[in-house]
């Protein structure tokens, strides 16, 4: 009878507990919400967010264990063990989170921490719908999330069914066949056909796609989902970034433009350079650190206003070539290759599609060209567009480069639409440079191996022989 009693007392009490924890819980919050989450280096992926909320306050995150079934037990418990990141194996986690009741609109605050970044993260719920957005530090949104909760069944679509895209369309358009042939594209493909049965939303298929197309010997590979119905808070609050091209005097005589992307038009990039006449520079330092690359519209631009003669500078090598020849082509063969100077994509997508190679040719500017000392600072995340000007200058004598060697990430890429919105950035031709260099996978050594954060002092001081201190 005694046992009975406790038993029975038990009961009653795990039923008590279990009303107080359901009680203390926010219902409006808590549970699973289907977000849309937009931010540059992943485009716009949906996911899902799984909220337990107090009274007010609130964690966050997306699904446990996510980690062991993308790159499996071993890694997980490696990444898990050392690194600060993916706590219970959660790729998505907001903590500190606040919660209160205004004006009718329940106010969300918290750190979003993500393998894209930790930011500060805002956001509103009103009639059933979250807007939010992440801040970095100073306060620049980086991103925003956009969701309700979720009403569907998992996973969200068919994952398998879009990576089935991924091969066909990388097979049919790589510029090279052989890379197809690999055994560390076969590896990746094996790898990506266990995975993807398993995956329940956008986040989790691209962070499987990012994490076994990093072991490819290439780069500019990447899946990403487009946004086309932008939201109210997407078109209003994210906050207008700074200018690609920005040129400020540190000295008498010297100058510094910073280049953050060769994204901007050929006549921005000579509005800056007629800027840079009138200020009678000798010496100009231009900063390429973190820039990952861009269109060549403005990185042919920028090179022809510092050019002191007219030089080759390389050549995109497509299937056409590949599909032919084993090896980069000679100087007779580049000869019969059509050359631009100038241009945008556009152009340069036309050539690549129609012949096997397209050189590049470097002709000096006639107005506003620069033909004082240069200095060009660079980086591991120099990349991409960056990768050809600096090889060019440094092969020229024209430019004294100095910082750490560059990303070695130098392809043509275009994109391919696949199933539900996903689109697949591939790498359709190859870049050798003047004098036979492939740039993909090896970067640019430069002239004066200095880190990151001391080559803008190391020039003013080392090499310009001047202490500037450099103005904020």
Known sequence: MKKVVI??????????????????????????????????????????????????????????????????????????????????????????????????????????????????????????????????????????????????????????????EVVVQTEQNIFNKALVESKEWLGFKKKMTQVVPHLNDDLEMVFAFYYYASKLPFSHYALVRSNEKKTEIERDELAIEEKSVKFTVQGEGIGLLSIRDFSGTAEAMQLVFFEIEQQDIQHLIVDLRDNSGGGIEAGLTFVNQVATHPYYGGVFLTRKWFDQQQYPPTQAQRSRFISLAEGDATDLLSHIHRYPGVALSVQPAKKARYDGQLYVLVNQRTASTCEPIVHGLQLEDRAVVVGEKTAG??????????????????????????????????????TRSIPSEEVLDYVLKELIGKSVKPKE
């Open 7 to 164: 038993l029975a007392f038990s009961c009653l009490f795990s039923l008590f507990s279990c009303q107080l924890r359901a009680e203390d819980q926010d219902r409006e919050l808590s549970g699973d919400w289907k977000m849309t989450l937009t931010h540059p280096d992943l485009g716009a992926v949906d996911l899902i967010l799984s909220f337990d909320a107090k009274e007010d306050t609130f964690e966050a995150y997306t699904r446990k264990g996510a980690d062991k079934i993308i790159v499996g037990g071993w890694t997980s418990f490696l990444g898990r063990t050392f690194t600060s990141s993916f706590k219970d194996g959660k790729l998505i986690a907001i903590d500190e989170g606040k919660h209160t009741k205004k004006d009718g609109k329940k106010e969300l605050s918290g750190i979003f921490r993500s393998p894209i970044g930790n930011y500060y993260f805002a956001a509103t719920i009103e009639a059933g719908v979250l807007q939010g957005t992440l801040k970095t530090k100073n306060q620049y949104v980086k991103g925003t999330v956009v969701g309700k909760k979720l009403e569907q069944p998992l996973p969200l679509v068919n994952y398998a069914q879009v990576f089935e």
């Open 409 to 446: 990430a130098m392809l043509n890429s275009e994109r391919f639409s696949l199933a539900h919105g996903f689109t697949l950035v591939l790498p359709t031709a190859d870049y050798y440079t003047a004098d036979g260099k492939r740039l993909d996978q090896v970067g640019v050594q430069p």
